[in-house]
């Protein structure tokens, strides 16, 4: 079984410029998650999503991102335009959803603003 | 926000000794889980501990929960130099299935 599939896995930009990831979850999950992690820190929710519907975006700065899952399968985040401070690995994760919400990750996208 | 805090951030031990590695959160939860994350793998779920559950285990690895104390401990037994990694407890407290994540663990098993 594949597992989740994110791309690309590295990605360096000058400030303002836009960037954009991309995550296919394991096929089956409806519920489909973006995660920003810094260094030594542990994952932070950005957005949740239940098939295409976001039921749970109150952590994602709207301001300059912004996230879609049209058919409810992959999905994109967008950051624009970037800051200094939104270097991080933005990482995607699928689960089954109920009862236990184990969730399976991708490998991440390490972004690097300069 | 982070509820789960890891303790202590930082481990080193010798190649087969046992590692363990506490977790402490603030609200009532409805599970518990374990994850790994190295650089070559990514975050990979280890183990599940349900609220009314107070021991787990899946190999080398065993899992307490005291929900009175609102703590975990994970133990690692046979610790090998592949379980070099950062471990983070994640607790599911409500009815969203969000997981909220604690800061890790990062642990180094010395050859």
């Known amino acids: 079984e594949a597992g989740v599939v994110q791309s690309p896995r590295y990605k360096i930009i000058e400030k303002k410029q836009p960037v954009a990831f991309w995550c296919n979850p394991i096929?089956?999950?409806?519920?489909l998650y973006w995660y920003r992690q810094n260094l030594g820190q542990g994952p932070e929710l950005l957005i949740r999503y239940e098939n295409e519907e976001a039921v749970d975006d109150s952590q994602l700065p709207k301001d300059r991102f912004s996230a879609e899952r049209l058919k409810g399968v992959d999905s994109t985040l967008k950051i624009q335009p970037a800051e200094l401070g939104d270097s991080a690995v933005y990482l995607c994760?699928?689960?089954?959803?109920?009862?236990?919400?184990?969730?399976?990750f991708g490998p991440g996208t390490r972004l690097t603003v300069l | 926000s982070q509820q789960g805090e890891e303790d202590p951030q930082a481990l080193s031990i010798q190649e087969g000794e046992n590692a363990t590695m506490n977790c402490s959160y603030k609200t009532s939860i409805n599970n518990l889980q374990w994850y790994r994350q190295n650089s070559g793998r990514g975050l990979v779920h280890l183990i599940l501990?349900?609220?009314n559950e107070r021991e787990k285990h899946s190999g080398r690895l065993r899992v307490t929960l005291d929900t009175s104390k609102k703590s975990s401990s994970l133990l690692i037994t046979a610790s090998r130099a592949a379980d070099t990694a950062s471990y983070f407890c994640?607790?599911?407290?409500?009815?969203?299935?969000?997981?909220?994540w604690g800061a890790g663990t990062k642990l180094i098993i010395k050859p």
């Open positions: 994760a699928s689960s089954g959803g109920a009862p236990y919400n184990e969730q399976f």
């Open positions: 994640a607790t599911d407290a409500g009815s969203n299935y969000q997981l909220i």
């Open positions: 096929s089956g999950h409806n519920t």
């Open positions: 501990i349900r609220s």
